[in-house]
Nanobody, 127 residues
Framework: QVQMEESGGGLVQAGGSLRLSCAAF????????MGWFRQAPGKEREFVAS???????????DSVKGRFTISRGNRGSVANTMHLQMNSLKAEDTAVYYC?????????????????WGQGTQVTVSS
């Protein structure tokens, strides 16, 4: 059974940093692109960042460019891990953050491209 687990969320002051991690279990994800989405209260889930199966290509939503960095392992069991380094956090980054994996090269923006999802981790940025 495939499971994806996020960790690293928490409460941070504006301008601070957090590092989110995602671990996938149940299969090897070296043929999957991976990504992060977030959902703020009362809003739709939105794309944040994605990384290709190879780890070479990345894509970010404009609002996080220059502040967030996505990375992943791509060999063996390390291929099942992904991180999102979030710097210069703003109050508007407050949301539940979800990791996801989608079969194929990627990077993918459309959530329909993703096959597996985690349960989410809360990030709260106080202003």
């Amino acid at each position: 059974q495939v499971q994806m687990e996020e960790s690293g969320g928490g409460l941070v002051q504006a301008g601070g940093s957090l590092r989110l991690s995602c671990a996938a279990f149940g299969r090897t994800f070296n043929t999957y692109a991976m990504g992060w989405f977030r959902q703020a209260p009362g809003k739709e889930r939105e794309f944040v960042a994605s990384i290709s199966q190879s780890g070479v290509s990345t894509h970010y939503v404009d609002s996080v460019k220059g502040r967030f960095t996505i990375s992943r392992g791509n060999r063996g069991s390390v291929a099942n891990t992904m991180h999102l380094q979030m710097n210069s956090l703003k109050a508007e980054d407050t949301a539940v953050y979800y990791c996801a994996a989608g079969l194929g090269g990627g990077p993918f923006v459309d959530p329909s491209e993703y096959n597996y999802w985690g349960q989410g981790t809360q990030v709260t940025v106080s202003s």
